[in-house]
């Protein structure tokens, strides 16, 4: 037997147990990515409701999406929304893992606090931030003073439901923080403090170069979620006032629901996929970009 017949099997008996082990994903990502985006697809180039499949019209929705300014409002608003919360979250979950981290006797007190928000189902947060957010007896106005209408108020609905989301969720990117800064070896930060190093000396030599792979992360998760906001706009706004925190998702929800025009509400999708998908390749360069400066 020739040798590369027996380098093809060998590759061939150590490949089999890994499709194996793989069989289960990729049969699930078949199942219920590939084939949906696959129809949502077709769907788009269709003129469709909820319950049939009309004419083939082509490119005709996307046609009309590209001259949809309620789509163009939409966009803004889920962009405007991730900016509101992206950068806070990202600071706020390493600023609370770094006190977490600090106070050693109190760590798993601190820990729960911090991280209890985060299990609250959506429908919980929001009656909270409702409650919070109310003009006359919520919290937020009887600490500020006054009687703001946060959320009946178009400047202020979309940054009061960012606040909200912000509290929400912060919890899980101080997690991610909390793992980062307790694989940091110790003797580093005693070799350090030798030399005479202290404070924000230590913080950028040591705790930022390590941590910076675990804020690259945090900052993908967070704007991917970011992104995909619905449920908080849906139930203490449902996208008004005037439309001002009807985001894409929301909209695409009206428009296969109340409307029922599935087609449309398919094109909304894949436009809004391909905006997300260049939005991701854009930041995959900067972080590049920014990790050959060694920023």
């Given at each position: 037997m020739k040798p590369n017949d027996l380098a093809l099997r060998s590759a061939r008996r150590e490949g089999l147990p890994a499709l194996t082990l793989l069989a289960p994903f990729l049969i699930v990502f078949l199942?219920?990515?590939?084939?949906?985006?696959g129809v949502t697809f077709w769907m788009s180039l269709t003129e469709s409701s909820l319950t049939r499949t009309n004419a083939f019209v082509g490119l005709a929705n996307y046609h009309t999406l590209l001259n949809d300014p309620a789509f163009w409002d939409s966009v803004l608003n889920t962009f405007y929304f991730a900016?509101?919360?992206?950068?806070?979250?990202?600071?706020?979950?390493?600023?609370?893992?770094?006190?977490?981290?600090?106070?050693?006797k109190a760590?798993?007190?601190?820990q729960g606090v911090f991280f209890l928000p985060f299990v609250l189902p959506i429908s919980v947060m929001t009656l909270i931030a409702d409650w919070m957010l109310q003009p006359s007896s919520?919290?937020?106005?009887?600490?500020?003073?006054g009687q703001r209408p946060w959320l009946a108020d178009p400047y202020l609905a979309l940054p009061a439901v960012a606040i909200g989301t912000?509290?929400?969720?912060?919890?899980f990117n101080m997690l991610l923080?909390?793992?980062?800064?307790?694989?940091?070896?110790?003797d580093l930060y005693e070799a350090a403090a030798l030399d005479g190093?202290?404070?924000?000396?230590?913080?950028?030599s040591i705790t930022w170069p390590a941590l910076r792979p675990?804020?690259?992360?945090?900052?993908?998760?967070?704007?991917?979620?970011?992104?995909?906001?619905?449920?908080?706009?849906?139930?203490?706004?449902?996208?008004?006032?005037?439309?001002?925190?009807?985001v894409t998702l929301h909209y695409m929800y009206e428009t296969a629901f109340t409307q029922s025009d599935a087609g449309y509400a398919a094109a909304i999708a894949m436009a809004f996929v391909t905006i997300v998908i260049l939005l991701s390749a854009l930041q995959a360069g900067v972080v590049r970009w920014l990790a050959r400066r060694d920023i």
């Amino acid at each position: 037997m020739k040798p590369n017949d027996l380098a093809l099997r060998s590759a061939r008996r150590e490949g089999l147990p890994a499709l194996t082990l793989l069989a289960p994903f990729l049969i699930v990502f078949l199942l219920f990515f590939l084939v949906p985006a696959g129809v949502t697809f077709w769907m788009s180039l269709t003129e469709s409701s909820l319950t049939r499949t009309n004419a083939f019209v082509g490119l005709a929705n996307y046609h009309t999406l590209l001259n949809d300014p309620a789509f163009w409002d939409s966009v803004l608003n889920t962009f405007y929304f991730a900016l509101l919360t992206v950068i806070p979250l990202t600071a706020l979950g390493l600023v609370m893992a770094l006190l977490v981290n600090r106070f050693v006797k109190a760590q798993a007190w601190l820990q729960g606090v911090f991280f209890l928000p985060f299990v609250l189902p959506i429908s919980v947060m929001t009656l909270i931030a409702d409650w919070m957010l109310q003009p006359s007896s919520g919290v937020i106005n009887h600490i500020l003073g006054g009687q703001r209408p946060w959320l009946a108020d178009p400047y202020l609905a979309l940054p009061a439901v960012a606040i909200g989301t912000v509290w929400w969720t912060v919890g899980f990117n101080m997690l991610l923080f909390l793992a980062g800064l307790r694989n940091i070896p110790a003797d580093l930060y005693e070799a350090a403090a030798l030399d005479g190093a202290r404070g924000f000396t230590l913080f950028h030599s040591i705790t930022w170069p390590a941590l910076r792979p675990v804020a690259t992360t945090a900052l993908i998760l967070q704007i991917i979620a970011s992104l995909k906001v619905f449920g908080q706009t849906y139930i203490l706004t449902s996208g008004g006032p005037f439309n001002t925190t009807r985001v894409t998702l929301h909209y695409m929800y009206e428009t296969a629901f109340t409307q029922s025009d599935a087609g449309y509400a398919a094109a909304i999708a894949m436009a809004f996929v391909t905006i997300v998908i260049l939005l991701s390749a854009l930041q995959a360069g900067v972080v590049r970009w920014l990790a050959r400066r060694d920023i």
